[in-house]
């Protein structure tokens, strides 16, 4: 994750370096850090530093990282020229070396060469089978041949050596919810919110899934996590907000002639209808009417 | 008495300082290698898993109280089950790191590796100033110091008149083998391979046994008691959006 701070940074380096001002290695070495995918500035910048011979061995060994940077970036944008450029030049550097073998596999990837990626990625994995870059763009690679239910395999796979690595859940967990897999994707959720239980997004995804799921006990643990993240965000989001109010409305519909009174917490509903009306009011009144038409429903029902 | 011991300059440039600069050449040496022998330690899949698995009960543990109950025990049957759990460990097949060793003939030798490559020139350059330097005083520190310094200062000499300033060239040496480490790690770097210290502790954490801690993950995990927090939040959003509105 992202600081706000390390964004700022990031963001007033980029301006600084797009209007000229220098600093480039910097940016680009800040980039690297927090590993951002912002891979059109990196090639242009990075490639203003490889083609000044003087500003390329100032840097000394920190050169072939910027390469391998450059590389990377090339590839996401296309470029695949240039790719291959960096990747000669680090290939005559280190020969016979892992990293560069990686970089030759993603290039083949990039090239769309599935077979013969696959066969590079098995062969890298053959000598190092920790590599989770390695792992991770196998289900990359699967995910860009259409292949969901091959990624899952591998990403199933990966997670059962790397299980605390959360991001791989995550990507787990979208690919469930993508294949309409609510109740894998709901445990992908719970293992994120275990893992970082202050982050209010997964909350509301997982709000999001189990309301989907639908069923009374789902609803309520769906408006729970509605809560929660309005709790998080300070009453910001606006999606918590339409949440509680669809979830209590569901739950209304459920339990309808049952005569069951719905003792936790009646008011949630009308604060939360208060707050979206005032929300869109400030920020867009044209869509007031649309709102309220919507929120009238919603009760009625 | 202070006075009566004259060194002669020849000695400050044949003894005092060769040995100096002698220790910080083998301390190089050794440095580089020790690189050239050590190996790319592969580590076992089992470690690594065992590792992440830790991370998650951990995880587990902290935030059970953010998942529902019935999330929570259907970790918790997966966790630590009598039968497959992943953090039971079968009673008696943990093993032993003494044993390990031995069965896994690449630790032992990764070791060996580790201790030739400090021991070896240690002792060589012991043997080397034993036999060409033993008995000289070396050096005489600029202050009085109290008899119970003798025997760091004057190993080598049994001499009991000799003032306890003076150092003997052997005291010399082992002053140098210790105190030569700030200037390593100046020359070559923070992580350098001549640290003996940071080596010891790695040894003595090298029997960590890993089903040990497995073990204990599973103990705190049974005995976590699960409240779901999430119905306090819905009151702590009503009061955040109660906030809201009135301003």
């Known amino acids: 994750m992202v600081s706000k701070t390390e964004e700022e940074e990031v963001n007033r380096l980029e301006s600084q370096v797009d209007n000229g001002g220098g600093g480039a290695w910097e940016y680009l070495s800040l980039v690297r850090k927090l590993k951002l995918r912002r891979s059109d500035k990196v090639l242009k910048h990075g490639c203003s530093i490889l083609n000044d011979s003087k500003k390329r061995s100032a840097l000394g060994s920190e050169e072939w990282t910027l390469y391998e940077q450059v590389a990377i970036a090339a590839m996401d944008c296309q470029r695949l020229d240039l790719a291959k450029d960096c990747i000669k030049v680090l290939q005559k550097k280190f020969p016979g070396s892992k990293r560069v073998g990686r970089l030759e596999a993603m290039l083949l990837e990039a090239k769309e060469l599935w077979a013969e990626a696959e066969k590079a990625y098995s062969s890298l994995l053959e000598e190092n089978q920790f590599d989770q870059v390695i792992h991770k763009r196998r289900v990359a690679m699967a995910k860009a041949q259409g292949n969901i239910s091959g990624a899952i395999e591998w990403l199933n796979k990966y997670l059962e050596i790397f299980m605390a690595d959360h991001d791989a859940w995550r990507e787990l967990g979208e690919i469930y919810i993508s294949l309409q897999m609510y109740k894998q994707a709901s445990y992908c959720y719970e293992e994120l919110i275990l893992a970082q239980p202050t982050i209010p997004l997964y909350h509301l995804t997982y709000a999001d899934v189990l309301y989907t799921l639908g069923g009374l006990e789902n609803l309520h643990a769906a408006k729970k996590y509605y809560a929660a993240t309005i709790d998080l965000t300070g009453g910001k989001n606006m999606r918590a907000l339409f949440g509680i109010c669809l979830c209590v409305s569901g739950i209304g519909q459920l339990t309808k002639g049952r005569n069951k009174e719905d003792k936790e917490s009646p008011e949630l509903q009308t604060l939360s209808a208060l707050v979206l009306e005032k929300g869109y009011k400030q920020q867009s009144p044209t869509k007031l009417p649309l709102l309220t038409s919507a929120l009238k429903s919603l009760k009625l029902s | ?247």
């Open chain 2, 1 to 247: 008495m202070a006075d009566d011991l004259v060194l002669d300059t020849a000695i400050r440039d044949w003894v005092l300082i060769p040995l100096s600069v002698v220790m910080v050449l083998i301390g190089v040496l050794r440095y580089f290698v020790s690189k050239l022998m050590r190996s790319d330690q592969v580590p076992d899949v089992k470690i690594i898993k065992e590792g992440q698995l830790v991370i998650r009960a951990r995880n587990l543990r902290a935030a059970a109280n953010f998942i529902p109950a019935k999330s929570f025990r259907a970790r918790r049957y997966y966790y630590s089950n009598e039968e497959n759990g992943l953090l039971h460990v079968p009673k008696g097949q943990g093993q032993n790191p003494q044993a390990q060793m031995f069965s896994d003939p690449n630790m032992a030798m990764d070791m060996m590796k580790k201790n030739l490559s400090m021991i070896i020139p240690q002792t060589l350059t012991f043997a080397w100033v034993n036999f060409f330097f033993s008995g000289f005083v070396a050096a005489k520190i600029p202050f009085p110091l109290t008899q119970r310094f003798r025997a760091m200062l004057q190993n080598g000499i049994d001499l009991s008149t000799v003032d306890v300033s003076y150092v003997s060239s052997r005291s010399w040496y082992f002053l140098n083998l210790f105190g030569l480490r700030g200037l390593f790690s100046l020359i070559l770097g923070e992580e350098n391979a001549t640290d003996d210290t940071q080596r010891m502790m790695q040894m003595s954490g090298f029997g960590m046994d890993p089903s040990k801690s497995l073990g204990a993950e599973k103990d705190n995990l049974d005995i976590v008691q699960h409240e779901w927090a999430l119905p306090k939040f819905e009151q702590r959003a009503e009061t955040v959006l109660k906030k809201l509105v009135s301003r």
